[in-house]
């Protein structure tokens, strides 16, 4: 197992956490990582892209000259691919690009994702993060305390959605806010994603958050 040191809000040490066996001693494999991390990508895209055809483009019905004795090729409408303002070939229309990830393979990709970053020490562990009010100053003091706040990308991971913590980072570019799974009913979450985890140089997680974490994919 590893021992992961708990700070407090100023970077002080006041405590440890032993992380799961099952997360630490977790074997990554990087073709069920990259297919979740794909398929994550996909399922976000709204496929509502659209162009017309030549058949839907308005205009056209009438020859634009004469079929011989032109000197130029035939043409039949003037709303063909090859015509300015004419139709698109091969019209890109209305679809889904959603890909299918079985529950073990997410459980795997999040398990392994999380493991790596915790072997590469990219993962610290806040005794709480909660904020009184929403200024953006108190989350960069709260980033500088634990040495991060020049990261390229920092994933906050929250043990609930908090609207005041949310407020704090949101004006922050390189800071993506979210929470850890839960098992309660009705629950308001925005759970971290195998891509999240991936593509963050820096992971601060709430204590009690990780105590979900572990509750959820380390069975």
């Not at 630490?24 to 976000?44: G, L, Q």
């Not at 019905?61 to 070939?89: E, I, S, V």
């Not at 005794?127 to 108190?138: H, L, N, P, S």
Request: net charge positive.
């Amino acid at each position: 197992m590893s021992n992961l040191e708990i700070k407090d809000a100023k970077g002080k040490k006041v405590g440890s956490h032993e992380v799961s066996k099952t997360i630490t001693e977790f074997k990554p494999v990087e073709a069920v990582i990259h297919r979740t991390v794909v398929a994550e990508m996909a399922n976000k895209r709204q496929g509502t892209q659209s162009a017309k055809t030549r058949s839907e483009t308005r205009g056209g019905g009438k020859k634009p000259y004469k079929q011989k004795k032109t000197g130029n090729a035939r043409q039949g409408t003037t709303r063909a691919p090859h015509y300015a303002h004419g139709g698109m070939a091969l019209a890109v229309k209305p679809r889904s690009y959603e890909k299918h990830v079985n529950r073990k393979e997410r459980r795997a990709a999040i398990v392994g994702a999380l493991s790596m970053q915790i072997d590469a020490g990219n993962v610290q562990i806040a005794d709480a993060i909660v904020f009184a009010d929403a200024k953006t100053k108190t989350a960069v003091d709260f980033l500088k305390a634990f040495g991060v706040a020049d990261a390229k990308r920092i994933l906050v991971v929250l043990p609930a959605y908090d609207e005041t913590t949310y407020k704090c980072f949101r004006n922050l570019p390189n800071v993506v806010v979210k929470t850890a799974p839960s098992s309660e009913e009705g629950a308001k979450t925005d759970v971290f994603s195998t891509r999240d985890l991936m593509i963050a140089g820096r992971i601060l997680v709430a204590k009690e958050a990780m105590a979900k974490i572990e509750e959820v994919w380390a069975k």
